[in-house]
């Protein structure tokens, strides 16, 4: 039996978010929103998907399955329609099985869309992504994307097949939005790229410390929350802010150490650092202009 399997929510800002949609006053939820399992070849698991009405009236809704992939850095992601002729048989989305008949939702209820996932003998050790959509209008088989028309709710399937996995990953960039600022208000980029086969969630912490060595500032990263996944071959960004205590006797050149952990089967972390100044300005230049003063004064005195 399929094991490890967690039911998580995921964002993905292309189509629908999934999980929830609301659209000319009707609204329409499915639960979970993303299934991240562990499997080996050859192995069969079944469950289903809860859609849940939330409206006055009936809804007739239709799901079906796509393969996933990441688009740009900014944890988006995009649905593929199955190739059967190309791929056969290798895709995540081939694997899954729903019904192809429709299910009516009655008011103010919901309804489990049965699903079977059925992964193959000769299937690749690594990562696979699919999605099933849920929507209200049946999709054309001659125009896959003719479903992005309708309504959608999306829940996730990521599934880890067992074998010759490779958990790897970099620091591409760690950079701060400023590297001179008066007040300690910025934002911090971290792009991490993932060279494995297997989706990695990156966790770890940005500590942020004075030219004196003492810590001004701790930014967690990915910790108790299932956001951050990073696909394989794929570079993910994450922004952090940070504001601090502003304080004149902090002047000087600041320094962001990052450290993150990722892996499952063994631990692995990377680390890497910036730096940027604060000056506050204003204040400084209002107690060269106080000194400015007292010089003069004695001077003429």
Same mark, same amino acid.
């Given at each position: 039996?399929?094991?490890?399997?967690?039911?998580?929510?995921?964002?993905?800002?292309?189509l629908?978010?999934?999980?929830?949609?609301y659209?000319?006053?009707l609204?329409?939820?499915?639960t979970?929103?993303?299934f991240e399992?562990?499997?080996?070849?050859?192995?069969t698991?079944?469950?289903?998907?809860?859609v849940?009405? %939330?409206?006055?009236?009936?809804?007739t809704?239709y799901a079906?399955?796509?393969?996933f992939?990441?688009?740009?850095e900014?944890?988006?992601?995009?649905?593929?329609?199955?190739?059967?002729?190309?791929?056969?048989?290798?895709? +995540?989305?081939e694997?899954i099985?729903?019904?192809e008949e429709?299910?009516?939702?009655?008011a103010?209820s919901?309804?489990a869309? &049965?699903?079977?996932?059925?992964?193959?003998?000769?299937?690749? &050790?690594?990562?696979?992504?699919?999605?099933? +959509?849920?929507?209200t209008?049946p999709?054309?088989?001659?125009? &896959?994307?003719?479903?992005?028309?309708?309504?959608?709710?999306?829940?996730l399937?990521?599934?880890?097949?067992?074998?010759?996995v490779?958990? %790897?990953g970099i620091?591409?960039?760690f950079?701060?939005s400023?590297?001179?600022?008066a007040?300690?208000?910025?934002?911090?980029?971290?792009?991490?790229e993932?060279?494995?086969?297997?989706?990695?969630?990156?966790?770890?912490?940005?500590?942020i410390?004075?030219?004196?060595?003492?810590?001004?500032?701790?930014?967690p990263?990915?910790?108790?929350?299932h956001?951050?996944n990073?696909?394989p071959?794929?570079?993910?960004?994450?922004?952090?802010?940070?504001?601090?205590e502003q304080s004149?006797?902090d002047?000087?050149?600041?320094t962001?150490?990052?450290? +993150?952990?990722?892996?499952?089967?063994?631990?692995?972390?990377v680390?890497?650092s910036?730096?940027?100044?604060?000056?506050?300005?204003?204040?400084? +230049?209002?107690?060269?202009?106080?000194?400015?003063?007292i010089?003069?004064?004695f001077t003429?005195?």
């Amino acid at each position: 039996m399929i094991h490890k399997i967690v039911q998580r929510s995921v964002l993905i800002l292309l189509l629908a978010l999934p999980g929830q949609m609301y659209s000319a006053g009707l609204s329409m939820s499915v639960t979970p929103t993303l299934f991240e399992m562990s499997a080996q070849p050859f192995q069969t698991w079944e469950s289903s998907v809860k859609v849940i009405n %939330n409206n006055a009236t009936p809804l007739t809704i239709y799901a079906d399955v796509v393969n996933f992939e990441p688009q740009g850095e900014s944890g988006h992601g995009k649905f593929l329609p199955v190739f059967e002729n190309f791929t056969e048989g290798a895709t +995540l989305a081939e694997w899954i099985t729903v019904p192809e008949e429709s299910f009516v939702i009655p008011a103010e209820s919901s309804v489990a869309v &049965p699903l079977s996932v059925r992964v193959p003998e000769d299937a690749a &050790p690594g990562g696979h992504f699919a999605a099933i +959509l849920i929507g209200t209008k049946p999709p054309n088989d001659d125009q &896959p994307f003719q479903i992005t028309t309708s309504q959608i709710v999306t829940s996730l399937f990521f599934v880890r097949i067992e074998g010759d996995v490779v958990e %790897n990953g970099i620091v591409r960039t760690f950079t701060s939005s400023d590297s001179f600022v008066a007040t300690p208000d910025l934002t911090f980029e971290v792009r991490f790229e993932n060279k494995g086969n297997v989706h990695l969630q990156p966790q770890g912490e940005i500590v942020i410390t004075n030219m004196w060595g003492k810590e001004r500032g701790v930014i967690p990263i990915n910790q108790q929350t299932h956001f951050g996944n990073v696909l394989p071959e794929s570079i993910r960004k994450f922004e952090f802010a940070w504001k601090g205590e502003q304080s004149f006797t902090d002047i000087g050149r600041y320094t962001a150490s990052l450290t +993150l952990g990722y892996g499952q089967d063994s631990r692995k972390f990377v680390t890497k650092s910036t730096h940027f100044w604060i000056v506050p300005v204003a204040q400084v +230049l209002t107690v060269l202009g106080s000194v400015f003063g007292i010089i003069l004064f004695f001077t003429f005195v």
